[in-house]
Nanobody
């Protein structure tokens, strides 16, 4: 069983920056594909970024590309989401997710049903 614990987040003014972190345990981290998602009030969960274990690249949703940077530190079993130029539309609960499964194409990791484990979620609020 994989446990994911998120930290960071909070309240920031529009235009500001925040970083959320997620630390995994219970499984060799290098064998986990990691993703970031968010759920805004009244909306469905939304894909933000994925870092497949079999791929050294990071893939982003168009809505955050250029503003958000996802990274992973295998030595610390952690992933990070650096968020810049935040707007009130970025207000949401942010989740990290882990998958043990292998998919041949990175686009499949953009679907939340491809992930087996989820963090508890952390709130990010952006004021105008």
């Amino acid at each position: 069983q994989v446990q994911l614990v998120e930290s960071g987040g909070g309240l920031v003014q529009a235009g500001g920056s925040l970083r959320v972190s997620c630390t995994a345990s219970g499984h060799p981290f290098i064998a986990l594909s990691m993703g970031w998602f968010r759920r805004a009030p009244g909306k469905q969960r939304e894909f933000l970024a994925t870092m497949p274990y079999s791929d050294s690249n990071t893939y982003y949703a168009d809505v955050v590309n250029g503003r958000f940077t996802a990274s992973r530190d295998n030595a610390k079993s952690s992933v990070y989401l650096q968020m810049n130029s935040l707007t009130p539309e970025d207000t949401a609960t942010y989740y990290c997710a882990a998958s043990k499964r292998y998919y041949s194409h990175y686009s499949l990791y953009m679907d939340d049903d491809k992930y087996d484990f989820w963090g508890q979620g952390i709130q990010v609020s952006v004021s105008s």
